[in-house]
């Protein structure tokens, strides 16, 4: 044999290791972004069965009180002359409307499925109605009106105190600023639409933060309501809350009150179109002659 081939290494001479190439960084690396992306899957999909878990039990909700947001098929848009001119030669009389009911319409208390710390267990979705004394909380309005006095209220103001919007149901003159109000702890996101018939045209959409915790104040938002109509205020997350804004040029619409009656002033004498829409009772139309000479200065509207 060689003198090559028959030397043989020697146990006693440590071997040299041969140097890693970097790849352990990159294995940390890629190791924690996998992490992150399994995090934020598990994230997405605990939100989503969240949020599937709230439509469902707000789907056994409609089937076991019967509540269920207001159809907007009943809530037809507001028709007033585009001719509208003030005109302050009006007659000085009171036109009231009593509204009243032959059934209860009273809504139904709702179980709460979110925010149950800021909401408690049970909530009142809406204002009352119905009873005997009459059906509060209608919205009245007068169509084919083309001259008259203006809406002059610009400023509202609807927060979700107790987990419902308030006021229930109000009104306000074309160009007014709402104030949207959030005195609850956790975001609230809400939609702001206009009830045309028989669908919604979207608003604005508002996302609000929660509440300040040191200093209590309400996270607001401001919305325009430059056109007529039936406006609706929904939460998104909380479907109860729920709040109507009649928005008029004309100051011949109202909200009725406990006793079931609203009251306008100066609405000159003629024909026209009386309109009451209530959230449960729905939508009422009725013509109407002004004239104190036949006893027009009183109207009753009945829901069946």
């Known amino acids: 044999m060689s003198e090559a081939t ?8 440590p071997e040299k290791k041969k140097p890693r190439k970097p790849r352990r960084g990159l294995r940390i690396a890629g190791r924690v972004i996998l992490g992150l992306i ?17 439509e469902m039990a707000h789907e056994a909700l409609h089937w076991s009180t019967g509540f269920s947001p207001p159809a907007v098929a009943q809530a037809p848009g507001i028709a007033i002359g585009k001719e509208f001119t003030e005109d302050f030669g009006s007659p000085s009389e ?17 179980r709460t499925f979110r925010n149950r710390n800021d909401c408690g267990d049970t909530v009142w979705p809406y204002g009352s109605g119905g009873g005997s004394m ?18 002059y209220v610009t400023f509202l103001s609807v927060s979700n105190s107790g987990c419902s919007l308030w006021p229930h149901v109000s009104v306000a003159g074309v160009g007014t600023t709402m104030t949207v109000e959030n ?12 009830l045309d018939g028989e669908g919604e045209t979207l608003i604005e959409q508002i996302s609000l933060e929660g509440m300040d915790t040191y200093t ?23 479907p109860w809350e729920t709040s109507f804004v009649l928005v008029c ?16 002033m100066n609405l000159p004498h003629g024909k026209y179109t009386l309109h009451a829409w209530h959230h449960i009772a729905g939508h009422h139309s009725q013509e109407i002659t002004v004239d104190p000479a036949i006893a027009g200065s009183t109207q009753t509207v009945t829901y069946p």
């Not at 005195?183 to 206009?194: C, F, G, K, N, Q």
């Not at 040029?249 to 306008?264: I, N, R, S």
């Open 6 to 13: 028959s030397e043989k290494p020697d146990p006693k001479k």
């Open 38 to 54: 399994f995090t934020g899957m598990a994230v997405w999909i605990l939100i989503d069965l969240d949020r599937r878990a709230s």
């Open 94 to 110: 009171t036109f009231t409307v009593q509204v009243t009911s032959t059934t209860n319409v009273n809504p139904p208390e709702v």
């Open 134 to 151: 009459g059906l509060a909380d209608a919205a009245v309005w007068i169509e084919g009106v083309d001259k008259g006095s203006s809406n």
């Open 183 to 194: 005195y609850l702890y956790s975001p609230e996101a809400l939609r702001v639409t206009l």
């Open 216 to 238: 209590y104040a309400a996270r607001t938002a401001d919305v325009t309501l430059d056109q007529p109509g039936l406006v609706k205020i929904q939460s998104v997350l909380r």
């Open 249 to 264: 040029e004309h100051a011949y619409c109202g909200v009725t009150d406990w006793e079931g009656k609203v009251q306008m």
